[in-house]
């Protein structure tokens, strides 16, 4: 137990790797705030922008200044590009990118002078696969974002960093809404590539890895830009830095488009 009590707010705490992350926090004495949509501390759909606003100053109200903000809340949608509905997309983001970046912006003026931002982003922030193109941006967005508030906050003892993990063994898969509509173009491969299979699940990480490396990653006394968890996308990230975009782009195709039959 810790003798003095952290504040640290999560977004999307009500499940996955938010709540894990919230019990691990709280079992070492800290007061670990829930911000989502079912949240045990604040309900709150973090593209709600307003009511955001007002959660982090009745934060700062009752619990005084805050020692971590990790924004946990984000889900998933998959399906051809052309034939996604455009609400549905911009939801997408509003949720994943400017839930992050508007819980960023209420918590700077409250944060603690060493005060630490955890972002969580994704693999596919840097590996992009098909059809899941809106996801894929909507991470690439967040992780892009980290670096620049990380460079906007250099001259003060904060502290940014972004966190892209790989597949990992939560509801999120099952959560994430698929969009199976399909054409002469796309054939039977946009369900085959994003349907999850017995093969996909072996290849996912088991989430109480990933909660403790998360969580090691918070503990770190100096963060680095960003984090990569998950071993296969650490080899990825190797094979980035090697070969040409043109190349990993066309391993991934392989690895990812899976073509009628």
Known sequence: MRIEKRI???????SGIGLGLKQIFESKGDVAIDISKDGSDYQCDVSDYKKLEEIFKDIYKNYGEIDMLITCAGYGISGAVELLDEEATKKQCDVNFFGTANACKYAIPRM???GKFILIASATALFPIPFKAYYCASKAAVDSFALSLRMELSK???QVTSVCPGDIKTNFSKNRVKIYDTNERYGNSIKLSTEPTEKTEKRRMAPEYAIKKIYKICEKHHLKPRYIVGKQYKFFNFCRKVFS??????????IFYKKSK
């Open 156 to 158: 003060t003892k904060m």
């Open 8 to 14: 640290i707010v999560i977004t999307g705490a009500s």
């Open 245 to 254: 975009t043109n190349i990993m782009n066309k391993v991934l195709t392989k």
């Open 112 to 114: 603690k002078k060493n």
